[in-house]
């Protein structure tokens, strides 16, 4: 059995828990970053990137209903 990965609100998720949500990889991760498409990243230290998860918790949402409307999968 998978393990869902659950996001705690008021927190901070790094790049490999987010993608454990979305199917996708990185690079197509970054290129949405960049054209605007998902939350811009928080950095917590020169070596440390995170996104807030109510900005992911949003997307996930936002990502859902056109999926919905498409009638089709993310």
Known sequence: MKKVA????GGFSRLRHILE???MGRSTWWKGV???RFPKPIKLSPNITA???E???????KLNNE??????DL
């Open 6 to 9: 659950r996001l705690i609100e």
């Open 21 to 23: 949500l979305l199917p």
């Open 34 to 36: 960049k054209s605007g």
């Open 51 to 53: 996104w807030r998860n």
């Open 55 to 61: 900005d992911i918790e949003e997307l996930l949402t």
């Open 67 to 72: 999926s919905i409307k498409k009638g089709g």
